[in-house]
Nanobody, 126 residues
Framework: QVQLVESGGGLVQAGGSLRLSCAAS????????MGWFRQAPGKEREFVAA????????YYADSVKGRFTISRDNAKNTVYLQMNSLKPEDTAVYYC???????????????????WGQGTQVTVSS
C-alpha cells in the first residue's frame, strides 16, 4: 500500500481557485492510479477526479468538468487537483485516493480505492 498526505485546503471566496496536493510515500507510487474524492457534511463520499498511472487518462465527475484539473508528477510522488471557479457547493473534505485503475474509481467510486489520505478541508464562501 501507499501512504497519502493531502495539503492545500483552505477558505476561498466563490469564483476563486485552490490547488490541492497529495504526497505519497513508497517507491510504487507510479504503479497506482490516483484520484480525489470529497465528502460534504451529511452526504456520502463522492468521486471527483482520477488519473491513470502514467497520467495519460483522466476522469471527472460531471459537477467539476471544465473547472477542476487532476495531474500527477511521478518523479515527485505527488498528485494535484487544480480547482478553479469554485462554488459554495464544492465545500467538503477532499480525500486523496490510490487504486488499481482510474476508470474503475470513476465508475465504481470508493469501492475501488485501496488507500486513503486523511483529508483536507475546502470551504467556499458565497
Amino acid at each position: 500500500q501507499v501512504q497519502l498526505v493531502e495539503s492545500g485546503g483552505g477558505l476561498v471566496q466563490a469564483g476563486g481557485s485552490l490547488r490541492l496536493s497529495c504526497a505519497a510515500s513508497g517507491r510504487t507510487f507510479s504503479r497506482y492510479a490516483m484520484g480525489w474524492f470529497r465528502q460534504a457534511p451529511g452526504k456520502e463520499r463522492e468521486f471527483v477526479a482520477a488519473i491513470s498511472w502514467r497520467g495519460g487518462s483522466t476522469y471527472y465527475a460531471d459537477s467539476v468538468k471544465g473547472r477542476f484539473t487532476i495531474s500527477r508528477d511521478n518523479a515527485k510522488n505527488t498528485v494535484y487537483l487544480q480547482m478553479n471557479s469554485l462554488k459554495p457547493e464544492d465545500t467538503a473534505v477532499y480525500y486523496c485516493a490510490a487504486g488499481p485503475t482510474a476508470q474503475a474509481m470513476g465508475v465504481y467510486g470508493q469501492d475501488r480505492v485501496g488507500s486513503w489520505g486523511q483529508g483536507t478541508q475546502v470551504t467556499v464562501s458565497s
